[in-house]
């Protein structure tokens, strides 16, 4: 059984910044790609960044030069680094991995609980 946690949120005020690391544990052959998402209410889940297992990486307009994602491959876990914080920012992340979990597996998505970030004053 694979488990992704989330931790690192919080009440931040504007223009703070916050890490947020996700680590995955259990029966894991290999992790490709991970990714940071998040929900507002009332708002669609939108993709903030993504990075494979290379280092490769994509950023969502919106956090561009002030959100940067990376990762740590032996300790199976990818962090976001959030700096400039805006109220906009605040919402549920949630991390998501694609992991075999034997190596005759095909990759599956998995997701964490989410982690809460509150940006105010």
């Known amino acids: 059984q694979v488990q992704l946690v989330e931790s690192g949120g919080g009440l931040v005020q504007p223009g703070g910044s916050l890490r947020l690391s996700c680590a995955a544990s259990?029966?894991?052959?290999?992790?490709?790609?991970m990714g940071w998402y998040r929900q507002a209410p009332e708002k669609q889940r939108e993709l903030v960044a993504t990075i494979t297992r290379g280092g490769s990486t994509t950023h969502a307009d919106s956090v561009k030069g002030r959100f940067t994602i990376f990762r740590d491959n032996a300790k199976n876990t990818v962090y976001l680094q959030m700096n400039s914080l805006k109220p906009d920012d605040t919402a549920v992340y949630l991390c998501?991995?694609?992991?075999?979990?034997?190596?005759?597996?095909?990759?599956?998505?998995?997701w964490g609980q989410g982690t809460q970030v509150t940006v105010s004053s």
């Open positions: 998501n991995a694609d992991i075999r979990v034997r190596m005759t597996s095909p990759s599956v998505g998995f």
């Open positions: 259990g029966s894991i052959f290999r992790i490709n790609d």
